[in-house]
Nanobody
Framework: QVQLVESGGGLVQSGGSLRLSCAASGLTFGTYAMGWFRQAPGKEREFVAHINWSGSTTLYGDSVKGRFTISRDNGKNTVHLHMNRLEPEDTAAYYC??????????????????WGQGTQVTVSS
């Protein structure tokens, strides 16, 4: 079955950086678009970043543009989220997701078929 396993979360000070990784198995990774979402306590799950199957197209949520970068390594079935200039407002559980196709510009949770269990990111002020 499809498995998405996130890693790399943790506690970081405001202004710091983290790199999240998502290892995928059980699917033909190079044919799937991948996304990152986050969810803070009491809030809805929010779109963070998306990358198409080849890595040629990326999309970002407004709150992370210019600070976060999504990338993928199809040879290692892995997608990364590089997070710079972290702020306390970035504190959330971060989830990796996969979809066989996405052609829009504002990804939503329902656009993705598979989800990981999440990794916690906490940014202290």
């Amino acid at each position: 079955q499809v498995q998405l396993v996130e890693s790399g979360g943790g506690l970081v000070q405001s202004g710091g950086s983290l790199r999240l990784s998502c290892a995928a198995s059980g699917l033909t990774f190079g044919t799937y678009a991948m996304g990152w979402f986050r969810q803070a306590p009491g809030k809805e799950r929010e779109f963070v970043a998306h990358i198409n199957w080849s890595g040629s197209t990326t999309l970002y949520g407004d709150s992370v543009k210019g600070r976060f970068t999504i990338s993928r390594d199809n040879g290692k079935n892995t997608v990364h989220l590089h997070m710079n200039r972290l702020e306390p407002e970035d504190t959330a559980a971060y989830y990796c997701a996969a979809t066989p196709w996405y052609g829009g510009t504002r990804p939503r949770t329902i656009d993705y078929n598979y989800w990981g269990q999440g990794t916690q990111v906490t940014v202290s002020s």
